[in-house]
């Protein structure tokens, strides 16, 4: 719950940022796209990896879409 608040209020906090200067759209966006290349990292280096990494990313996506559906 923890990871899909935190995000959920980034991604709010981020919006209004990008509202307020709209010129830093190109690093907002690296920005939401991070936990996917993570997770891709963890599969592509280390297949092996606990299913924790994939749970929490997804969590983490899951709150920036929901932020991203606040405003």
């Known amino acids: 719950m923890i990871w899909v608040i935190g995000s959920t209020i980034a991604r709010v906090g981020i919006n209004l940022l990008l509202a307020s200067f709209p010129g830093l759209w ?3 966006a690296a920005l939401i796209l991070t936990p996917a290349a ?11 990896t606990g299913s924790i990494w994939g749970y929490r990313l997804f969590l983490v996506m899951a709150g920036l879409l929901i932020g991203g559906r606040l405003l």
């Open 38 to 48: 993570i997770a891709i990292y963890q599969i592509a280096v280390s297949p092996e």
């Open 26 to 28: 190109l690093p907002i």
